[in-house]
């Protein structure tokens, strides 16, 4: 685990995107820096496919990101496609529905355990749905698929908790942004961790 300054989250985020990856980003302002990294990649003209459990996707801060690096917004959104779940039936209905063959720099799911967090959905199901969609994403990046993984909001009770805790241990890298000065990576399956 190392911890490094706030200021370089971005960068190393960016540095950790790799193909047959998957990376978790957890913490307060997680979305955001999912959502600017979508917005980077598409000023660097590369698709990405944003799947919003969270529905914080935020197309203004996507066409920000573009003007202040002197981009065109209108063509930077077009390189990301999203599609948004409102409910735990519908994320894992997407996540199954991805293919590895398909043409994004990056898959990315915010708020991947949002849904499943909600109340309304028994334990039992949204623990059958959550591993199940675990299972499929882990396979996924087997077989050459980038994965981005953001989620911000944490449980509002701690019988769910456990999700967030087997997202990050199946996960290669985890990037924690626990404070306003610092953030932790922590490497924990794979290949070495190569962001410095």
Partial sequence: MRTLPISSAARAARALILPSRMVTICGDQAWSLGVYLAAQMACECEQSLYLCGDNRFDP???????RAQQKSPEEALGRIFVSRAFTA?????????LNP???YGVVIVSGICTTFFDEDVTRNDAARMFYRSLCRLRD???EGLTLLFTQSEIPKRTQRAYFLTDLCRAS????????????????????PMTAE
């Fill in 172 to 191: 290669d890298v985890v990037m924690r942004l626990e404070g306003e000065r610092s953030f932790t990576l922590e490497h924990r399956r794979g290949r």
């Fill in 89 to 97: 039936y519908q994320l894992d209905e997407l996540i199954h529905r």
């Fill in 60 to 66: 203004y801060a996507v066409a920000r990101c573009a």
């Fill in 101 to 103: 063959e398909s043409f």
């Fill in 140 to 142: 996924l990046s087997r």
